[in-house]
């Protein structure tokens, strides 16, 4: 597949202020996740695929061509900006087909895409309501609606979930989702790890301006396979399963919770393992309560590269 | 001309269209505006008082057009223009900035200069349509017994047009003002009323530096009344000199305001 | 031994009912107008006139020394109320203080509604009239500076540079004169700036309204008295009233044709209407219905 | 008993934000939970005395909030949701400006806010300008204004709103460190539920204006079936077919998580059983408490 979006030796100073730094990547197809924690560079990378701001050095293309000032192509892109800013006395109607206006469409179109960008987020009902009497989810919910009310291609989403309520950032995640489906290039940011871990599986990790990783979840996991893996598990007789373990050169630790019943084991080698757990489970008759790894998730992945 | 650069031209054309539609709209429904909006129709109101307190031979009998001239058009040359022009010029970059909203506008297939020209465009419009709404009104009001006379018409034809090359200048000016300066409000002022004020009564070429010289010298010279003093030692320039370099201010203005905001970064603190 | 605890620690005071409530709000509102960009050097230029007066008075006491300087003119120099009055209502000295008012009372109540501060302030026991008085104390400062203390300073350097008390003695209400009237304008500016600044959030569009509708006034005041030739109109001037009362206070003829409590009235009537206005924009929450 | 209203009824015009709430809150952390436009944040500011409820009746920290608002105030820390500061000043005046408009001497104010912003981790920016500060900063920032005065109640409107991961984490120590004082008190209100179900111990849940359940934690979330989450590698379909034919329910989730629901009388090492024979890794195994966001969900009535 080839990259829709190609950023080369990208960085950015505000300043004298790291924003970003020497950024080398290719986004495709799918949806990509951008993590970090605040101020680690995402909405400086997003503002930069964007063409909101130039880079200090290096280029960022999409579908090969450049961005900065490249006004014809931002018809394919739709943005959702982190701030939480309208203008001033708008309801919620005007505010999008103010905006639909500006891709020179008819009156009809730009009416048609509005009611179908408002049901999708489901302010159709509130549509005649002043913005600024809107709840902060909905307000969110509008500014995703006005990145994907004129049908783009590519979709970047900066913290498109902060502010939302359960129901409502899964409403957001399914939509996401949907326009995967579509075939279209997707790239979310995002601090909250589960978000971006429930949406996709192609993750770019972002930490003091620097690319960490990038490329699959999993992937990243097998990256630092040197780091070793805990795995949780409490059942019936711990000590029993322990002995169990010892003699597999795959497992490197084993440790005593400090609740009752549970038994920690460190691994190298996941695979092996859990290769072999259910059958120790089921030969000697243990009944297993409960298997966690925990720290196989994102925030294990991301705690292990920065340094934590 | 090539087609690439008639396609670009065509573009451009189209982007501004829209810009100028979008802000057309949202300012015309604005509070702000609506204010504004009072303010230059009180002379419509003073010409209706005038109005009355002549049928009721309230006071003294002045000509209409005598009251039109030496106090509308110097109301609204001296003083209405000037804030509306500082106002809405500045407007067109700093509330984008203040507002945090120039982000809708930059991720749209629309160049930064057509965001300029249009947002200039468009609130030029509505603050003319404003002013001349206004003058009209007074105009007629005040002259409600010789509206058959040709040559009134073509004095208020020569008031309104001045009104409006002032404030397409102005509106250019602050929009510069607007991009490069953060605030540009005290600046404003001072230029408006400091400036534009004390330098046009210098003698020579320095009254030509500023834009009042040229919009007065498209005005016949005033010798009676109170405000003739406010055209003292005007030294005229020719009227075709003057409009030649009231749209040469504004297009430079709005040039520079382009180019500065095409290549500026604007960094919006979250 | 004792260690210190980590964690929460809780502070040890008592809270007090402080009797001016308001006194933090316009420290803190005079240290950041003092921060503005140019305030201190413009501030500079407003005392200008006051500087000028003071050299007029060291002048009087002196005027054999320059009477070459003087070509026989010397009457403007005879320090009395008119000396006093022409120094408060002159156009400069109130064009200056709107200027003044541009700079320190825009943003006072526009900037916490931008930025949602009012909240901060009504979640303490902090009542909408202490609020209020915190934010016009910082006008009454700034112009306290450019009018009652020019005032009494004319006044002791008067006695000191004459060495005696007559002049005191002949006129011992001037010193309320000037007090009265660098309250009654002060105030008059405060509920005016405040009134501006809280119909609006943009400190931009405040700062016209401040300048432009004071100067609106005046010349709308100008046109209408040309043509009726009526010396009412005044009445439509903010400037026009406050020279008005100001010549009253000074007990000098008025400039103008017209009895001075209706000046007086205008000035009331604003303050009421402003005190009314403020009461209802500001509260804890903007409620929109 | 420090919150205790009664049929508090509020609108916005025509807009109806709070129907009919009675709450009586016992001591402790308790969570407001709620969708967004639930009446959170209006409830929060009729307790403050920002709006003044249509009808009902009701008491903070035994002061009426009708008539003794400014008590209440004294008493109380807030921190908003909306992003507020004053722009022009650093954080240590600005701390201390709110400590001194609580009604803290000068001084006082001062050392008090150098500490609370110690004690937020703010300690290294204090000097910044407020407007330079980041979104995590300002939070902190808000947070540490609202504790500047030493509050018996503290009424937080989404304390982790905006934050990463270890910046929410930090906010939530500092919550749990405030909230384990006994004498203060802390209300939060947050649509965020991990967030309530690890600082607090009873919770209120809102919806569209109405009380949708409250109580402990720990009783509204009650087990109610045998749900098992479950994560696999390997032959998925072979392993499901064989969960199928066991009678119970699979339910595969969008991050490919298994909730199998086991009829009654099944057992669960059965489970694994299955797997062995199936040449399956089970990675992952939980049995599920009904968790809050399933109530929470169920409350609101939607999905």
């Known amino acids: 597949m080839t990259a829709i979006i190609q950023t080369q030796n990208l960085s950015k100073w505000y300043g004298n202020v790291l924003g970003l730094s020497d950024v080398t990547l290719e986004i495709e197809q799918g949806i990509t996740g951008i993590l970090g ?272 | 001309m090539s087609p690439s650069f008639k396609r670009k031209i065509g573009f451009f054309a189209k982007s501004t269209k829209d810009v100028f539609s979008f802000f057309f709209s949202l300012a015309k429904k604005s509070r702000r505006t609506k204010i504004f909006f009072i303010l230059s129709f009180l002379p419509v109101f003073m ?72 947002k200039y465009l468009a609130y030029t419009a509505l603050i003319i349509f404003m002013v001349t709404l206004g ?18 018409y073509k004095i208020l034809f020569r008031d309104v047009a001045v009104l409006a090359l002032g ?39 320095t009254q030509k530096f500023t834009i009042v010289h040229y919009l007065k010298s498209l005005l016949p010279s005033v010798s009676r009344g109170r405000f003739s003093f406010l055209l003292f030692r005007l030294e005229p320039s020719s009227t075709g000199t003057s409009i030649f370099m009231l749209f040469l201010i504004a297009a430079v203005f709005i040039v520079l305001a382009c180019v500065l905001f095409t290549y500026k970064e604007y960094i919006l603190k979250d | 031994m004792t260690i210190k605890e980590r964690g929460y620690a809780h502070w040890d005071g008592e809270l007090q009912d402080g009797r001016f409530p308001w006194w933090p709000i316009t420290r803190i509102g005079i240290r950041l107008t003092f921060k503005r960009k140019f305030f201190k050097f413009f501030f500079g230029f407003t005392l200008i006139p006051a500087l000028v007066w003071l050299v007029g008075i060291y002048v009087s006491e002196r005027l054999e020394d320059f009477k070459f300087m003087m070509e026989g003119e010397t009457d403007f120099l005879n320090v009395n109320p008119l000396y006093f009055k022409t120094y ?49 104390a910082v006008i009454f400062f700034f112009l306290f500076i450019v009018t009652l203390i020019p005032g009494i300073v004319f006044i002791l350097f008067k006695l000191i540079f004459a060495g005696n008390f007559q002049f005191f003695a002949s006129y011992p209400w001037l010193i309320l004169s000037v007090i009265a009237y660098s309250v009654l304008i002060t105030t008059f500016f405060a509920f005016y700036t405040l009134l501006l600044s809280s119909i609006g959030k943009n400190r931009r569009y405040v700062s016209i309204l401040i300048f432009g509708v004071y100067i609106f006034s005046d010349i709308f005041s100008a046109i209408f008295k040309e043509i009726f030739r009526s010396h009412y109109f005044y009445l439509l001037s903010i400037k026009s009233n406050l020279q008005q009362v100001g010549a009253v206070l000074f007990d000098q003829r008025t400039p103008w044709n017209i009895p001075w409590y209706y000046s007086l009235t205008v000035i009331i009537a604003i303050c009421l209407f402003s005190a009314y206005i403020l009461k209802q924009r500001v509260r804890g929450v903007e409620i929109i219905k | 008993m420090s919150v205790e209203i009664q049929q508090i009824h509020f609108s916005y015009g025509k807009i109806k934000a709070l129907n009919g709430i009675d709450i009586r809150l016992p001591q402790g952390a308790i969570g407001l939970l709620g969708p967004n436009g639930a009446g959170k944040s209006t409830l929060l500011r009729i307790l403050l005395g920002f709006l003044v409820p249509d009808s009902g009746e009701g008491s903070v920290l035994g002061y009426d909030i009708r008539s003794q608002q400014a008590m209440i105030r004294r008493y109380v820390g807030y921190m908003p949701e909306d992003d507020c500061f004053i722009p022009g000043m650093d954080a240590v005046s600005f701390t201390s400006y709110m400590g001194e408009l609580s009604g803290m001497p000068r001084q006082e104010a001062m050392k008090r806010s150098h500490e609370v912003l110690y004690y937020v981790g703010l300690e290294e920016s204090r000097y910044r300008m407020l407007e330079t500060y980041s979104a995590g900063m300002r939070q902190r920032l808000k947070l540490a204004q609202s504790i500047v005065h030493d509050p018996k109640l503290i009424f937080l409107d989404e304390p982790t709103s905006g934050l990463d991961p270890q910046g929410r984490k930090e906010i939530l120590e500092l919550i749990m460190d405030i909230s384990s004082k006994k004498d203060i008190q802390v209300l939060i209100s947050s649509h965020i539920l991990p967030d309530i179900e690890q600082t607090c111990s009873y919770v209120v849940i809102l919806n569209k204006g109405e009380m949708a359940a409250e109580g402990q934690i720990s009783e509204l979330k009650q087990v109610q079936y045998s749900l098992y989450e479950l994560k696999i590698k390997g032959e998925e379909q072979a392993f499901l077919d064989r969960l199928a034919s066991m009678d119970s329910q699979v339910e595969q989730t969008e991050d490919k998580l298994l909730k199998v629901y086991l009829s009654p009388g ?15 890794q089970i990675r992952h195994f939980v049995k599920s408490q009904t968790s809050l966001e399933d109530l929470f969900a169920k409350v609101v009535g939607v999905d």
Request: aromatic share 12%; glycine share 6%; hydrophobic share 45%.
């Open chain 2, 47 to 118: 010409a209706f008082v005038v109005k009355f307190s002549q049928i009721f031979q309230l006071s003294r009998d002045i000509e209409g057009i005598y009251i039109f001239n030496n106090m509308i058009i110097a109301f609204y040359l001296q003083f209405l223009i000037l804030i509306l022009a500082l106002f809405y010029g500045s407007s067109v970059t700093s509330e984008e900035l203040e507002g945090k909203t120039l982000t809708y506008l930059t991720t749209r297939p629309v160049s930064k200069s057509a965001i300029i020209v249009g």
């Open chain 1, 37 to 308: 924690p605040n101020g680690a560079g995402k909405s400086t990378f997003l503002k930069l695929i964007t063409g909101q701001i130039k880079s200090n050095i290096g280029s960022v293309t999409i579908m090969g061509q450049p961005v900065w000032n490249n006004y014809p192509q931002f018809s394919e892109i739709g943005f959702c900006p982190e701030q939480d800013s309208f203008y001033g006395e708008m309801t919620g109607w005007q505010f999008l087909t103010s905006l639909l206006r500006l891709y020179h469409l008819s009156s009809t179109e730009i009416e048609k895409k509005a009611d179908k960008a408002l049901e999708i987020v489901e302010l159709s009902e509130d549509k005649n309501r002043a913005v600024r009497s809107y709840s902060r989810g909905m307000r969110q919910r509008l500014k995703v609606a006005q990145s994907i009310a004129h049908d783009p291609k590519i979709i970047i989403l900066d913290e498109p979930l902060n502010g939302l309520d359960p129901l409502g950032r899964r409403k957001i995640i399914r939509l996401i989702k949907e326009y995967k489906g579509e075939g279209r290039t997707i790239v979310v940011s995002s601090h909250v790890l589960p978000e971006i871990e429930a949406m996709t599986n192609q993750i770019i990790l972002i930490h003091q301006g620097k690319i960490f990783a990038q490329g699959d979840i999993h992937y990243i996991r097998d990256l630092i396979e040197t780091h070793p893996h805990i795995i949780s598990i409490r059942c019936s007789d711990p000590r029993q399963l322990a002995q169990k373990f010892i003699h597999h050169d795959f497992v490197l630790k084993v440790n005593f919770g400090l609740k009752k019943g549970v038994l920690l084991v460190e691994t190298n080698s996941r695979d092996k393992f859990f290769g072999l757990l259910p059958s120790l489970f089921v030969e000697n008759q243990i009944e297993v309560e409960e298997i966690t790894s925990p720290d196989d998730n994102l925030q294990a992945v991301f705690d292990y590269l920065i340094g934590k």
């Open chain 2, 167 to 205: 404030l397409m200048c102005y509106t250019a000016f602050f929009t510069f003002v607007g991009t490069i300066l953060k605030k540009s409000i005290m600046f404003g002022l001072i230029f408006s009323f400091g400036w534009e004020n004390v330098i046009q009564y210098f003698p020579g070429s």
């Open chain 3, 88 to 136: 408060f209502t002159n156009d400069f000295l109130l064009f200056m203080v709107v200027m003044i008012l541009v700079f320190c009372g825009a943003g006072l109540i526009a900037d916490d509604l931008r930025h949602n501060a009012l909240q901060l302030y009504f979640a303490r026991p902090l009542k909408k009239r202490d609020y209020l008085t915190g934010k016009a």
């Open chain 2, 135 to 152: 003058v009209v009104f007074s105009f007629l009001v005040l002259n409600l017994s010789e509206l058959r006379s040709v040559s009134l």
């Open chain 4, 266 to 280: 099944t057992d669960p090492q059965d489970i694994f059983k299955i797997a062995v024979e199936e040449k399956v």
